[in-house]
């Protein structure tokens, strides 16, 4: 009941394409829902996070969209770049408690020039 | 821009030995953690540590584990003796506020491999 399954495992796009990334969660008591950037031999790094109070939140090319009752979140990257090849993970936690975040099992995507 | 430091960046050590794995917090944060990341595989969570004492702990982190805040700096994760498996990334991470968990800020990791 705490994973989070992560799809694809990986992701081919060109260059200004959409990425897509999809997450879903079983843990209803999750409320906090932040998506991870990792590049080769650096730690995760924030990107953007979403809580279950709204549907949709947008930060420059990234969009987060949440779906409460299908228990689902996704990642869109508008007009890929290949500076945005790397690894996402999705992540929830149940942040009112300071619980841990659980990781989903990360998408490689790579952006073709 | 504050950062979290980790040292060393990566350490062999056989197999049965002791490691230790040092971290430096960002200076005003309060919440500190240890993740670990099998190669190739999810970042999973160890451990989560505030106000000198252990918050939460993983089914991982068994008794061969121990963090500890020696100074008001450094934040270590020990492993008492290195077993294969052990074998990964090791990420620490801190975070300013409790309601601020998924905001967390990684360091760029320890790789130990343990032969």
């Known amino acids: 009941q705490q994973q989070v399954k992560q799809s694809p495992q990986s992701l081919i796009v060109q260059k200004g394409g959409i990425s897509i990334i999809n997450c879903a969660y079983e843990n209803t008591a999750f409320d906090y829902f932040p998506w991870y950037q990792q590049f080769p031999g650096k730690g995760p790094a924030l990107l953007i996070a979403i809580r279950p109070d709204v549907s949709e939140k947008k930060e420059g090319r990234f969009t987060i969209s949440f779906n409460k009752s299908a228990k689902q979140f996704s990642l869109h990257i508008m007009d890929s770049q290949p500076g945005d090849s790397a690894t996402y993970f999705c992540a929830a936690s149940i942040e009112t408690s300071g619980s841990r975040l659980t990781f989903g099992e990360g998408t490689q995507l790579t952006v073709n020039p | 821009e504050p950062e979290v430091t980790q040292t060393p960046s990566h350490q062999v050590t056989q197999m049965g030995q002791e490691v230790i794995l040092r971290c430096v917090p960002i200076?005003?944060?309060?919440?500190f953690y240890w993740y670990r990341q099998i190669l190739g595989q999810k970042v999973e969570f160890l451990v989560s540590?505030?106000?000198?004492?252990?918050?939460?702990k993983s089914e991982i982190f068994d008794d061969q584990f121990s963090v500890e805040r020696p100074d008001g700096s450094n934040f270590t994760l020990k492993i008492r003796s290195t077993k294969l498996e052990d074998s990964a990334m090791y990420f620490c991470a801190s975070g300013r506020t409790l309601r601020s968990t998924g905001e967390l800020f990684f360091g760029e990791g320890s790789r130990l491999t343990v032969l």
């Open positions: 540590f505030y106000n000198n004492e252990i918050s939460e």
């Open positions: 200076s005003n944060h309060l919440y």
